[in-house]
């Protein structure tokens, strides 16, 4: 009797690996490696653990019980990405726990725009509003990777909108990475969605050696005088920055009117005063939509979705486009350490690279290191906030201009 | 390959457009707060001197108003006293004819 069973059946994990050829095989081991790496650096706070967490945990979760389907082909439990026929997705629904959350708020871009919504909440626009244009050409040198790693991405084989999509990972903002890549290259989301959070996880502790690379010592200690205090603004200006500003960008982009208006419908619950709201998306909404994110993202990591020929093309360009941006965030703080004649901390320019807040956080802490009396994390606010604006601008433009050229 | 250069330099300079209208109208918005916040501060003095202004407009108003009709009391009384002189000067002739 027990010499009929066959222990790879009986253990379809393991049978599977056996199956599936050592190339997948090794794939998959990788990755259970990389998800107990990314929970180790997540507890340790090297990486942000409300995402590393639940991805790393999903990863292992995936790659581990992958087991053989009806039909003979490698599946699983989780969700099936690439279905596509609503017969058949109505079918997977049925059977795959995580398959209605991945259609009804993943891949429709929803738990995007809740992420959104919970960033809006998080951002004072008072710091934008007492420096508009400083604050805006910083963040539009940092998005000098979104623009470079297009042609980069093109010379490398990708098409126009592949490279469009990949090249948004230059903005630092998840969701914008997600909403372009969903509307110009659905069939790489999934890597590029991947990549692009991995890698914004990266950011606290890749950038840090980036400024103490390119910017001395004796500048980052820099300690900015102020003629005048800074102006504090009342909740009704800010309110009123919130709502004028989501009517002009939606006029001028309705493809990425969601985003605009996700962005700042967080900023008018945040400064109408209505507090069980904001409590709601500030808190639930933030960190369930994150945590669902981190989730979904883990369980996208199964090896042979990421096994796509592109998946080291993407790997390759999205760190160029991350360091370029970086790099054009300092140039932009150069350039206002020179207009303002010395008076200016150059480090401000990395928290012109979105990603709020970690990257004005990683700003202030440096410069605290080098001088404990300077105190940039207004600037660096400021910077920050435009860093969004500007990302949903430029995919605003990408959606709306590459399918034309 | 260059085709796609400029096209990408097109949309960064699209970009840098948008970006500084949309810094434009956060000035404004931001100008504008600064202005309600000076009209707010300085409320009582501007409806003082505003309504200093308005009394100090009543009261040329009114001396350029009795100025005026002072004129016409004037001219009438001036015209009048001609009138006057006139019938006096006449009678006097007539005095003076019939004499």
Same mark, same amino acid.
């Given at each position: 009797?027990?010499?009929n069973?066959?222990?790879?059946?009986?253990?379809?994990?393991?049978?599977?690996?056996?199956?599936?050829?050592?190339f997948?095989?090794?794939?998959?081991?990788?990755?259970?490696? %990389?998800?107990?790496? $990314?929970?180790?650096?997540?507890?340790?706070?090297?990486?942000?653990?409300?995402?590393?967490?639940?991805?790393?945990?999903?990863?292992?979760?995936?790659?581990?019980?992958?087991?053989?389907?009806?039909?003979?082909?490698?599946?699983?439990l989780?969700?099936?990405?690439?279905?596509?026929?609503?017969?058949?997705?109505m079918?997977?629904?049925?059977?795959?726990?995580?398959?209605?959350?991945?259609? %009804?708020t993943? @891949?429709?871009?929803?738990?995007?725009?809740?992420?959104?919504?919970?960033?809006?909440?998080?951002?004072?626009?008072?710091?934008?509003?007492?420096?508009?244009?400083?604050?805006?050409?910083?963040?539009?040198?940092?998005?000098?990777?979104?623009f470079?790693?297009?042609?980069?991405?093109?010379?490398?084989? *990708?098409?126009?909108?592949?490279?469009?999509s990949?090249?948004?990972?230059?903005?630092?903002?998840?969701?914008?990475?997600?909403?372009?890549? *969903?509307?110009?290259?659905?069939?790489?989301?999934?890597?590029?969605?991947?990549?692009?959070?991995?890698? *914004?996880?990266?950011?606290?502790?890749?950038?840090?050696?980036?400024?103490?690379?390119?910017?001395?010592?004796?500048?980052?200690?820099?300690?900015?005088?102020?003629k005048?205090?800074?102006?504090?603004?009342?909740?009704?200006?800010?309110?009123?920055?919130?709502?004028?500003?989501?009517?002009v960008?939606?006029?001028?982009?309705?493809?990425?009117?969601?985003?605009?208006?996700?962005?700042?419908?967080?900023?008018?619950?945040?400064? @109408?005063?209505?507090?069980?709201?904001?409590?709601?998306?500030?808190?639930?909404?933030?960190?369930?939509?994150?945590?669902?994110?981190?989730?979904?993202?883990?369980? $996208?990591?199964?090896?042979? *979705?990421?096994?796509?020929?592109? =998946?080291?093309? $993407?790997?390759?360009?999205?760190?160029?486009?991350?360091?370029?941006?970086?790099?054009?965030?300092?140039?932009?703080?150069?350039?206002?350490?020179?207009?303002?004649?010395?008076?200016?901390?150059?480090?401000?320019?990395?928290?012109?690279? @979105?990603?709020?807040?970690?990257?004005?956080?990683?700003?202030?802490?440096?410069?605290?290191?080098?001088?404990?009396?300077?105190?940039?994390?207004?600037?660096?606010?400021?910077?920050?906030?435009?860093?969004v604006?500007?990302?949903?601008?430029?995919?605003? =433009?990408?959606?709306?201009? =590459?399918?034309? %050229? | 390959?260059? &085709?796609?250069?400029?096209?990408?330099?097109?949309m960064?300079?699209?970009?840098?457009?948008?970006?500084?209208?949309?810094?434009?109208?956060?000035?404004?918005?931001? &100008?504008?707060?600064?202005?309600?916040?000076?009209?707010?501060?300085?409320?009582?003095?501007?409806?003082?001197?505003?309504?200093?202004?308005?009394?100090?407009?009543?009261?040329a108003?009114?001396?350029?108003?009795?100025?005026?009709?002072?004129?016409?009391?004037?001219?009438?009384?001036?015209?009048?006293?001609?009138?006057?002189?006139?019938?006096?000067?006449?009678?006097?002739?007539?005095?003076?004819?019939?004499?």
């Open positions: 009797m027990m010499e069973i066959d222990i790879f059946s009986l253990f379809q994990g393991i049978g599977t690996m056996a199956a599936s050829g050592w997948l095989a090794t794939a998959r081991v990788v990755l259970i490696v %990389l998800g107990f790496l $990314l929970i180790y650096l997540g507890w340790k706070g090297v990486l942000e653990p409300m995402i590393m967490i639940p991805m790393g945990l999903g990863m292992i979760a995936i790659n581990c019980g992958t087991l053989i389907m009806p039909d003979g082909t490698l599946g699983n989780f969700l099936d990405p690439m279905v596509t026929d609503t017969d058949e997705l079918n997977v629904m049925q059977i795959d726990f995580l398959q209605p959350i991945y259609t %009804l993943f @891949s429709n871009g929803l738990i995007a725009c809740f992420v959104f919504m919970g960033i809006g909440t998080l951002l004072d626009v008072g710091y934008l509003l007492q420096r508009p244009f400083a604050s805006i050409f910083l963040a539009l040198c940092a998005e000098l990777g979104t470079l790693t297009i042609p980069i991405a093109s010379a490398m084989g *990708l098409t126009l909108k592949e490279s469009a990949v090249a948004m990972v230059g903005g630092a903002d998840g969701p914008m990475v997600l909403f372009t890549s *969903l509307v110009l290259a659905k069939h790489l989301f999934v890597p590029i969605t991947v990549v692009a959070y991995l890698y *914004l996880g990266l950011t606290y502790g890749g950038y840090p050696y980036l400024v103490k690379l390119l910017i001395p010592q004796r500048l980052r200690a820099i300690k900015m005088t102020e005048k205090a800074p102006k504090q603004y009342d909740a009704k200006v800010k309110l009123a920055f919130a709502v004028i500003l989501c009517a960008l939606c006029f001028l982009f309705p493809v990425a009117s969601p985003l605009f208006f996700s962005l700042f419908i967080g900023v008018a619950v945040r400064e @109408s005063g209505m507090k069980h709201v904001y409590d709601f998306v500030s808190g639930p909404l933030l960190y369930g939509s994150t945590f669902m994110l981190g989730m979904l993202l883990g369980v $996208l990591c199964d090896a042979h *979705l990421l096994l796509d020929p592109n =998946i080291i093309k $993407l790997l390759i360009l999205s760190v160029v486009a991350l360091l370029l941006s970086g790099i054009g965030g300092i140039a932009g703080g150069y350039i206002m350490y020179f207009i303002r004649k010395g008076n200016y901390n150059p480090v401000i320019g990395i928290a012109a690279v @979105s990603c709020v807040p970690t990257t004005a956080k990683v700003a202030q802490k440096l410069v605290s290191k080098e001088n404990p009396d300077s105190f940039i994390l207004g600037d660096a606010l400021g910077a920050n906030i435009s860093g604006i500007t990302s949903a601008i430029i995919a605003g =433009i990408y959606v709306s201009f =590459i399918p034309l %050229l | 390959m260059s &085709n796609l250069f400029f096209s990408t330099l097109a960064m300079g699209i970009t840098f457009i948008i970006g500084f209208f949309v810094a434009g109208i956060i000035k404004i918005i931001a &100008n504008w707060a600064d202005f309600f916040d000076f009209y707010h501060l300085h409320k009582e003095e501007i409806v003082n001197m505003k309504r200093a202004l308005r009394s100090h407009h009543h009261v108003l009114t001396e350029a108003t009795t100025a005026e009709q002072g004129n016409t009391y004037t001219k009438g009384h001036q015209s009048l006293a001609h009138k006057i002189k006139e019938t006096v000067d006449g009678l006097k002739t007539k005095k003076r004819v019939t004499a």
